[in-house]
């Protein structure tokens, strides 16, 4: 049974570039969650996908945009990337049951130049 | 929104010795609040979580308490071994939250031989 995969797993990237990170989650889930983690801090909630639709989103720019696909995998996309935008990010699947437990995928480092 | 406070942001123990890291939030209406180990490099990994109409939670040498009144809640590691030293991070999640989690910063836990 495949946990979540993410590619690629490592990324170098020049500020103003545009990246698309992708994540297939677990089987059988069908929510997928998008997380940023920067160096030494907990993860920030970027969005969530459902049914093909962001349901939920945090406190991140229109840059941070996203796509769910019908068999349930999802894309990152963040457009002119700054130095801040380095980070690890992390995709999550889960059910669409309220608190059904998150299952992180291994991220991706996202490095900007 | 809500907020996660997570102290200590480091510990050390022996190994044997007991663990105690705690956690606060801001929103009273919080009703789950799952724990993740981050070992160096890898994805976070969910080891106990608790909802809000149970106090207290144990499984094996792990254990959390939840204090609704307080709102804080409790991570408890007894028998500590060597490969219980990770990261730990503390999250809560609204009701309805469709687990957009809100993480603390995180407590590097070192166990010593």
């Known amino acids: 049974d495949a946990g979540v995969t993410q590619s690629p797993t490592h990324l170098i990237k020049t500020r103003g570039q545009q990246v698309t990170l992708r994540c297939s989650p677990k089987s059988g889930h069908d929510t997928v969650s998008w997380y940023q983690q920067a160096l030494g801090q907990g993860p920030q909630f970027i969005f969530q996908?459902?049914?093909?639709?962001?349901?939920q989103r945090g406190n991140f720019p229109d840059r941070f945009s996203g796509h769910q696909f019908p068999n349930y995998s999802s894309e990152l996309n963040v457009n002119a990337l700054l130095l801040g935008d380095s980070a690890l990010y992390l995709c999550a699947s889960s059910l669409a049951t309220a608190n059904s437990p998150l299952h992180f995928g291994n991220g991706t480092r996202l490095t900007v130049t | 929104g809500e907020n996660v406070e997570q102290h200590p942001s480091t510990l050390s123990v022996q190994e044997g010795d007991s663990a105690v890291i705690k956690c606060t939030y801001s929103d009273s209406a919080s009703n789950y609040f799952p724990w993740y180990k981050q070992e160096l490099g890898k994805r976070p990994q969910l080891i106990i979580d608790i909802r809000s109409n149970v106090g207290e939670k144990k499984d094996q040498r792990i254990a959390v308490t939840l204090n609704k009144t307080a709102k804080h809640f409790s991570l408890h590691i007894t028998e500590t071994q060597p490969e219980d030293s990770a990261v730990y991070f503390c999250?809560?999640?609204?009701?309805?939250?469709?687990?957009?989690?809100?993480f603390g910063t995180g407590t590097q836990l070192k166990v010593e031989l």
């Open positions: 999250a809560a999640s609204p009701p309805g939250g469709g687990n957009k989690l809100t």
């Open positions: 996908y459902y049914e093909e639709e962001e349901r």
